[in-house]
Structure formats: structure tokens, C-alpha cells
């Protein structure tokens, strides 16, 4: 075993933990700035009456949680990704699952007035499992198969087919381009308590089912044949990652909308940082990926101040970047 | 057939099935055009519409609604689709992709981010000053995706490409982030326009981007013959007599400048510049002048048709002629991938 | 089998009888050359023998086709020069130097649904302006082309739909109708099965008797070098090692030296050109 994967648990560890402070910043920062002894009293010794108590434990908590979540969750369904295809590209937006569940979202509000929130997850779901069937199957029919070339090709084509249907459906309801506008662009200002509930479920078994997983993916990695070779259940195991990505994906895009490049970025740091076993890559994206966002929301909150961008638009500016840097170093 | 003369000095190839091909896009084009400017919330019979034109209705409103809206809607329907085109075409030979188009590797996006700032961040600017700062974008976009693309020469199309979809992605969120700064009524608007729309051009939008084109027209002409030669590739053009960097660059820039004049007019329309090439090859076998012609045709065909179908699909509400290409050329765009390629 | 098809030979080629008396007219002075920052080419000194079939060949990397890559301009030397008639050809105009010269790059590929004949017609390129584009005096040598090459029977069928070597034939066919004296060709028989790469080599070989051009190609099979070349050039480490007629160059020393190769060679019973044969060792009972 390398050095780095010798220490690599210790090093997920310490992410987790770095996950508090960040926590507490997020929480913290705001229109008012709430004093970090503040924040910790509203946990310990909550008071109704007290205004910030309040902000912290309606508003701005939950938030952070979201944030969190949100960020570990698509960080994990890109692992799976990138792990399955042996695609170092693979993202749950370039492939077209965000935009699957982000059309099918609007889709539901605008054509069928399906605002109740324990839809919202299974309708992201059936969604974003569209987009990936339809990008997966136009890659492996185009020739040369699924690499990461038309992979990405089929995805930019099925992303803007949905986006432009995705329009269609806004310009053709304002009501409905009222209750989306902001939630697609990316953003956790427009996450909602139920539907974050309504969700849990969907977070909590594509989590289990990827860190189940795991340790079959990094055999997977390292090409079909040796994978069968070592007794993994090829289909099956594609069956199930696929089953946890989207999972994990429609429950981000219910409570967040559609933030792209989470899911190429953060796997890539965390191989980086843990080595290239999926045993330590999957909690390491989970810890990466949930401390990223909730840095990247204070900064999506403060950047413009009073001014809020959405949390989408920033991981596009950063993941953008870093998708031309991959293309460069790795096709 | 060739027509010679002027003492062998003259020598011009002329394909026959080619140019009944463009006369036939032109007399389809004449129908589109007839019928939007009969079609629209003031519906116009063909010879209201005529009476109209010659400045001899009875109605002053016809007059009105024919002449101030739609004429100018149509002309700019018309010469964005060519500009659009001629673009794609262009680029696609250059960079030797036939998947290459303005608005999929963030040439598009690029003009629209600099007309979005202008129109966020100075109010106040002249609207003349839309497709300069649209050019300027566009060119340093090209540019970018150029010089990272263009390191390694394997694989230098492909990666074009990509860099291209993840330049594109970058501006389109300084795009959006950009209009968060806007009201919910700006907002809408621009997102009307950020999809392509010719809904809000007049007799001024109208005028810039014919007199953009009629400049752009003559340079066309002559990218016929390095493209002709490029087309086989750098190393071939080379041995052929063709200076490959600065032609790269001048045809780039063309294409560039083609996108961006339509872009600062009615918006980042997209895959217009990608299938309109291809329709052309299917349409008639021709050398490359001819073809930048049907390409030039074909999309003039595409938006206008876009513009009426938008119009009249979902009346009264007007759907942008964007939203109709991308629906329809995201899955010619998938087609094309699926087709074999030569190695 | 087409050996002897009259072709006219372009204005700017001397009867074929004096061929071997001609001055060259492309010399290579004191040539480096490389990609980037890596010199490839060191310091190396060329005539293209006139009228005549050089065929440069050498172990991968050695530089071969770096040289014919910075005759046909396609690479700007970091130091010595190429001359055309006595002028440095990385200074003359690009269209006047495609009127004396030609290349055919490695593994080219044509654009889709172009034909044999659009192809070939592309050579006329340097001789064509934009009011005129197709001369009497194109059509005359797009057609000579294509029956040298022998491609005029599938003129009118697209690139894609013809066999490699047909292909490359075409190809070939294009670089004629530049109607050039010089013809650089880049391993014109890779990705050919043996027949075409026999075809293609009988076909250039032709050009060269026939039509008095001179030819430099960069080979990538010895023997194919050693059956067809006039002269040969051999290079190793970006420096010419040995050059001269086959029977002379193709010697157990240099083939060691170039090539690290112990060989024995041959001779073919019917040409009496030399063959390589590599020495595989002793075989060992398992």
C-alpha cells in the first residue's frame, strides 16, 4: 500500500471534521454577521425569542446543511461516474443527468401545477435517469462507443435539447418561470425544508449503495476484463451505480437545482489527495464535496454582497476551468 | 459546365445542380418570407400584405404592423441566417470538425456575454457599439480556445470541441451571473434574447447587420479558395501554396466576425451554424464557394422558418426562434455524432 | 502493365535524357531542424538527385521525415537553409515555391463526398486565381494526372468508397497535376497492404523514368526502398549516415551501423537489386 493510502483514512477524517468550522462560517456569515458564540448557543441553549436564534435555526442551518449535502452527494455520483466508465470527464451535469431532472422538474410544475414536494425528488429522478439513458445509449451507438469524447458530445447535444425544451416550458408559463427562475440556475437559496426531507431518503440509500459499492468500483476501474477477472458482477454492479448516481443526482437537483461541475471537480481532488481507491475516494468526495459547497455558498453569499449569486453559476466558474485543464492533460 | 473568356483570363466553374439548388432555397425562401409577413398577432391577407408593401393600403394600421415590424423582422431574419451559415461552414472546414459550430465551443456565448454587460452594465451605451463589443468577445474566445486546443496537433479537432463546450459553460454562467443583477422584467427579457429571439428588432438593427454583412460578403468570397485547399489539411495546403497560419487565422476571424454581427442582432441562435452546412452538402454536391453559398441559404432557410414556427406554434405567445433551432438541432447534432467517421 | 503511357511532361521538366546531368534544383545547407525546442535534425546536407528517386529511410526518430518536412516548408529550420534554384525556400513566396514543388504528407485524409477527380483537380491549386479557376489548361492536367496514376476509371466515385491504395493513388494523381519538377512524398505506402505499397511504389518510380521528375520520398520498409530507389539515404540521431545507389548503401556494415540490424543480404534473381535479410538467430528446441 502507498503512503497515501496508508494515511488516507486519517486524511477523509480530517475533511469531515473540517466540514464544523466550515459549518459554523457558513452559518455565521450573512446579511448580519452572527457572532460564532452566538451560533453555537442557538445549538446548545436555543431561544425562541432571541432574533438571531431564529435566522440561525430556520434559515441559515438549514442551509448549510443543504449546502453540504448537496455538495456530497454530487461529488459521490461523479466518483461513481467517473469510476464505472473509467471516463475521467464523467459528471452528472456534462453527462446529462442535471439537465434530465432539471426539464423534468419543470416539466412536472409547468404542464401538470406538480408542486408538492414529495414529488419533486421521483419526478428529478425519472428525469435525470432519461438523460443518462439517452446520452449513454447515443454514445455507445456512435462509433468507436462510449468514450469520453462522445460521451461528452452526446451530453452537450442532450443538455441543450433539454434546455431549450426546458425554456420552452418557462416562456409558456410565467407562473411557473416565477417558482423555477432562481432554483435553475443552481441555487440553495431556493432549498426548501419539506423537500429536503422529502429527499433524505433519496440521499441516504445512494449514499449506502456507493459506499457499499466501493470497493467493487475500484476493481471496475481497472478495466472489465480484469474486473470479472476478480469476481465482480459487471452489469450488475453498472445496474446499481447507476441506481445510486441518480439517486444521489435527483436529490440534489430537488433541493438545489441543477450545480454543475461538482461532480468532475471534487473526485479529482479527492484521487488527488486519498490515491486512487474508491474505498477512500467515495467518503473522500463525500467530505470534499460537502466542505466545497458550503465554502463555495459563503463565497456564492459574500462575493457580491448584498447581491447573492447562485450557487450553480460559481461552481461553473471554477469547475469550467478545471474541465478545459482535465481535456488538456488527460484526452 | 465553365464559362471562359477575357482571353482565358476568366475561367469560372459553374455546377449546374448547384445553382438550381440555390434557386430552389431562394423560391422557398420567398414563400417563408411572404408568409411571415402575413403571419403575427395582426393577421394580413397576401394582398393586404402587398397593398402594404407598395404603400397603398387603405388600413394605416397594416401599413403600420407590415413596414415597422415584420419588413424589418424579415430582412433580419434573412441576413442572420446567412451570417449564421456562412459561420458554421466556414469554421467546420477550418478546423476540419463537422461538429464545429459558433454557438457550441462559446463563440456565440462570448458575443452574448459582451452584449449582456453592455446592456447590465452601461444603460446608457449606444447600441451601435453591440456588435463591436459582440466581435471583440467572440475573436478573444476564438482565440483562447485556439491557443489551448492547438498544443498537440493529434486529436487538435476533437479537443477544439471540448475546450469549446467548457469555455461556453464558463461564459454562460458570468452570463447568468450577470443577469441576476437585473429585475424580474429584465430578466425575462433577456432571457428572450439570450435564446435567440427576433422579436424585438427594428429598421436599426436591421440596417447594422446588413451593412455588416454587405462588408463581410467580399471576404467570403474570398475564403473560398484557402478553405478549398485547407480542407485537405495544413500539411497538404502547405505543399499546395497556401500561407496555413495567417489563413487559419483570417478565416477563423471571418467566421468569428459572421457569428458575432448575427449575435449582436437577434441573439445566440445555436446549431444554425452546425446543420446548416450540413443540409447544404445533402442539399447539392458543390466546391467549397458554392457551398459556403447553400450553407449561407440554408441558414437564412432555418431562422426565418424558426422565427414563423415560433411565432405561430404557440400564439400569442412567441416562442424565440433560438429555442426552435436548438429543439431541432440538438438531435441533428446527435445524429452527426452517431455517424461513422473516416479515419 | 502501364509502364509506358505517354504522358506529357510538365513545362518545367528537362528532356528526361539529361537527367542525370542537371544541376538539382532543392539542396539542403547545414539543416536543423525540431519540434519545439528538440532539434531533431542536425546539421544536414541534401541534394535531391535531378530526375531521379531518393528514397530517405532510417530507424524511428532518426529524422527522415523532419528533413522532408522542412524541404516542403511545413517545418521552419533552426538553422542552415533550403535552397530552391539557389534561393532560400523558407523566403520565397508559398504559391511560387507549390509551382516547383509538391509534398504528399503521411496518411492524409480527405474531406467527405469528394471525388477522385475533385481531389486530383485540387493540385491545380497554385495555378489558379479567384477569377480563374478552371483553365483549359487545368482540365489538360488534371487529366494527364489521372492517367498516369492510373485513377481515371473511378474519376467520378467518391474518396471514401476507394481501396487504400486506389487512395492513394489519387492522392498521388494530385500532387501531379501540381505539375511540379520536385514531388516530396511522406511514407506514400503506409497503411497500404503489399500490393498497393507495390503499385504505389511501380507508380512512382514511373513518374520519375518517364516524365523526368525528381522524387524524395521517405520510406518506411527497406527492401521497398532498396527494390525502387535510385538512391538511398539512410539517417540515424538526425544526421545522414550513408547515401548513394542500393547496391552501395545496403551493406552488412551500414545496415549495422544505421539500423543496429545484423542482416545478410540478397539479391533479387530478376532485377539484381539487394535484399535484406535479417539474421533471426539459431532456432532452439524448446
Redesign the interface.
Known amino acids: 500500500m502507498t503512503r497515501t493510502g496508508a494515511r488516507a483514512p486519517i486524511g477523509v477524517a480530517l475533511v469531515f471534521a473540517a466540514m464544523l468550522p466550515a459549518f459554523a462560517l457558513h452559518v455565521s456569515i450573512g446579511a448580519t454577521a452572527i457572532p460564532l458564540a452566538t451560533v453555537a448557543e442557538a445549538f446548545a441553549a436555543y431561544d425562541p425569542t432571541a432574533f438571531d436564534h431564529v435566522v440561525i435555526r430556520e434559515h441559515r442551518a438549514p442551509r448549510a446543511l443543504f449546502a453540504a449535502t448537496v455538495g456530497a452527494a454530487l461529488a459521490v455520483a461523479g466518483a461513481l461516474m467517473q469510476g464505472v466508465t473509467r471516463n475521467p470527464l464523467a459528471d452528472p451535469g456534462l453527462l446529462g443527468l442535471l439537465a434530465g431532472a432539471a426539464f423534468a422538474v419543470s416539466l412536472a410544475v409547468g404542464a401538470f401545477d406538480l408542486l408538492d414536494p414529495a414529488w419533486t425528488p421521483a419526478v428529478a429522478a425519472g428525469g435525470a435517469l432519461a438523460g443518462a439513458a439517452l446520452v449513454g445509449s447515443?454514445?455507445a451507438?456512435?462509433?468507436?462507443g462510449a468514450t469520453p469524447?462522445?460521451l461528452?458530445?452526446?451530453g452537450?447535444?442532450?443538455t441543450?435539447?433539454l434546455?431549450?425544451?426546458t425554456?420552452?416550458a418557462?416562456?409558456?408559463d410565467?407562473a411557473t418561470?416565477?417558482a423555477l427562475?432562481v432554483w435553475l440556475?443552481g441555487s440553495l437559496s431556493a432549498g426548501d425544508r419539506d423537500v429536503f426531507l422529502r429527499a433524505l431518503p433519496w440521499f441516504g440509500a445512494g449514499f449506502v449503495v456507493a459506499f457499499a459499492l466501493a470497493r467493487q468500483v475500484t476493481a471496475l476501474a481497472l478495466g472489465e476484463e480484469a474486473a470479472i477477472g476478480v469476481g465482480v458482477q459487471v452489469l450488475r454492479l453498472r445496474a446499481f451505480t447507476l441506481l445510486a448516481v441518480v439517486a444521489l443526482t435527483a436529490a440534489a437537483v430537488a433541493v438545489a437545482g441543477p450545480v454543475?461541475?461538482v461532480g468532475l471537480v471534487v473526485p479529482h481532488a479527492a484521487r488527488l489527495l486519498f490515491g486512487s481507491d474508491y474505498r477512500r475516494i467515495v467518503p473522500g468526495s463525500a467530505a470534499l464535496g460537502g466542505l466545497g459547497l458550503l465554502l463555495i455558498d459563503v463565497a456564492a453569499r459574500r462575493a457580491l454582497a448584498p447581491?447573492?449569486?447562485?450557487t450553480?453559476?460559481?461552481t461553473?466558474?471554477i469547475?469550467?476551468?478545471v474541465?478545459?485543464w482535465l481535456?488538456?492533460a488527460r484526452? | 459546365m465553365t464559362l471562359r473568356g477575357a482571353g482565358g483570363r476568366l475561367a469560372l466553374a459553374l455546377p449546374i445542380g448547384a445553382l438550381v439548388a440555390l434557386g430552389l432555397l431562394a423560391a422557398a425562401l420567398a414563400v417563408i418570407c411572404v408568409a411571415s409577413l402575413a403571419t403575427g398577432s395582426y393577421p394580413l391577407r397576401l394582398a393586404e400584405v402587398a397593398a402594404a408593401l407598395a404603400g397603398a393600403a387603405p388600413d394605416e394600421a397594416a401599413t403600420t404592423v407590415v413596414r415597422e415590424f415584420r419588413l424589418p423582422r424579415v430582412l433580419v431574419g434573412l441576413v442572420a441566417g446567412a451570417l449564421l451559415g456562412v459561420s458554421g461552414a466556414v469554421l467546420q472546414i477550418v478546423t476540419r470538425n463537422p461538429l464545429t459550430d459558433p454557438s457550441l465551443v462559446g463563440v456565440s456565448q462570448g458575443a452574448s456575454l459582451a452584449v449582456v454587460t453592455l446592456i447590465v452594465a452601461m444603460p446608457g451605451a449606444d447600441a451601435a457599439l453591440r456588435p463591436v463589443a459582440a466581435f471583440a468577445a467572440g475573436l478573444a474566445v476564438a482565440a483562447v480556445i485556439q491557443s489551448i486546443a492547438a498544443r498537440r496537433t493529434e486529436g487538435a479537432t476533437m479537443r477544439f470541441i471540448l475546450t469549446g463546450i467548457g469555455v461556453a459553460a464558463f461564459i454562460a454562467a458570468l452570463t447568468t451571473a450577470l443577469l441576476t443583477y437585473g429585475a424580474m422584467q429584465d430578466a425575462l427579457a433577456a432571457i428572450g434574447w439570450l435564446s435567440g429571439s427576433l422579436h424585438a428588432v427594428g429598421w436599426g438593427e436591421a440596417k447594422a447587420l446588413t451593412l455588416s454583412a454587405l462588408a463581410l460578403a467580399p471576404v467570403a468570397a474570398w475564403a473560398a479558395r484557402p478553405l478549398a485547399a485547407l480542407r485537405l489539411g495544413p500539411e497538404v495546403a502547405i505543399g499546395l501554396g497556401v500561407r496555413v497560419r495567417p489563413a487559419r487565422v483570417a478565416l477563423i476571424t471571418l467566421s468569428t466576425a459572421c457569428a458575432a454581427a448575427a449575435v449582436a442582432a437577434v441573439g445566440p441562435i445555436g446549431f444554425v451554424g452546425l446543420v446548416a452546412p450540413h443540409l447544404a452538402r445533402r442539399i447539392a454536391r458543390a466546391g467549397v464557394g458554392l457551398h459556403l453559398a447553400l450553407a449561407a441559404a440554408t441558414g437564412v432557410l432555418l431562422v426565418s422558418s424558426a422565427d414563423l414556427a415560433g411565432r405561430a406554434a404557440f400564439a400569442p405567445v412567441q416562442i424565440p426562434a433560438g429555442i426552435v433551432t436548438a429543439a431541432l438541432g440538438a438531435p441533428i447534432f446527435a445524429l452527426l455524432i452517431l455517424r461513422p467517421r473516416r479515419r | 502493365m502501364g509502364d509506358f503511357i505517354e504522358a506529357r511532361r510538365p513545362a518545367s521538366a528537362m528532356p528526361a535524357g539529361v537527367a542525370g546531368n542537371r544541376t538539382p534544383r532543392l539542396r539542403v545547407r547545414g539543416l536543423s531542424a525540431g519540434y519545439g525546442g528538440r532539434t531533431v535534425l542536425h546539421d544536414v546536407d541534401f541534394d535531391a538527385a535531378p530526375g531521379r528517386v531518393t528514397v530517405l529511410v532510417g530507424p524511428n526518430g532518426c529524422g527522415k521525415s523532419t528533413l522532408l518536412k522542412a524541404m516542403a516548408r511545413v517545418l521552419r529550420p533552426s538553422a542552415g537553409e533550403v535552397l530552391l534554384d539557389g534561393a532560400s525556400l523558407h523566403d520565397l513566396p508559398t504559391r511560387r515555391v507549390a509551382r516547383a514543388l509538391a509534398l504528399l504528407p503521411q496518411g492524409p485524409t480527405p474531406p467527405e463526398g469528394l471525388t477522385a477527380r475533385e481531389l486530383v483537380a485540387q493540385g491545380r491549386f497554385p495555378h489558379q486565381t479567384l477569377f480563374r479557376q478552371w483553365s483549359a489548361e487545368d482540365a489538360r492536367a488534371v487529366d494527364e494526372a489521372m492517367r498516369a496514376a492510373d485513377v481515371a476509371k473511378f474519376a467520378d466515385r467518391p474518396i471514401a468508397a476507394l481501396s487504400g491504395g486506389e487512395r492513394q493513388r489519387c492522392w498521388i494523381a494530385m500532387v501531379l497535376a501540381q505539375e511540379t519538377e520536385l514531388l516530396l512524398l511522406d511514407e506514400p505506402t503506409t497503411f497500404l497492404d503489399l500490393k498497393g505499397q507495390i503499385d504505389v511504389m511501380r507508380l512512382l518510380r514511373r513518374i520519375a523514368r518517364t516524365e523526368g521528375r525528381t522524387l524524395v520520398a521517405v520510406l518506411h520498409e527497406l527492401n521497398l526502398a532498396a527494390a525502387f530507389a535510385d538512391e538511398i539515404v539512410m539517417m540515424r540521431d538526425g544526421r545522414v549516415r550513408a547515401a548513394g545507389a542500393p547496391e552501395d548503401v545496403m551493406t552488412p556494415p551500414v545496415l549495422h551501423d544505421v539500423f543496429g540490424l545484423d542482416a545478410q543480404m540478397l539479391r533479387d534473381p530478376e532485377t539484381g537489386r539487394p535484399i535484406c535479410v535479417p539474421r533471426t538467430g539459431p532456432e532452439t528446441p524448446a
Request: hydrophobic fraction near 65%; proline fraction near 4%.
Open positions: 447515443i454514445a451507438a456512435a462509433p468507436g469524447i462522445t461528452i458530445l452526446a452537450a447535444a442532450v441543450a435539447f434546455g431549450a425544451l425554456t420552452l418557462l416562456l409558456l410565467e418561470f416565477q427562475r440556475t454543475g461541475f447581491i447573492e449569486i447562485s450553480g453559476i460559481v461553473a466558474l469547475g469550467a476551468p474541465f478545459v481535456i488538456r484526452l
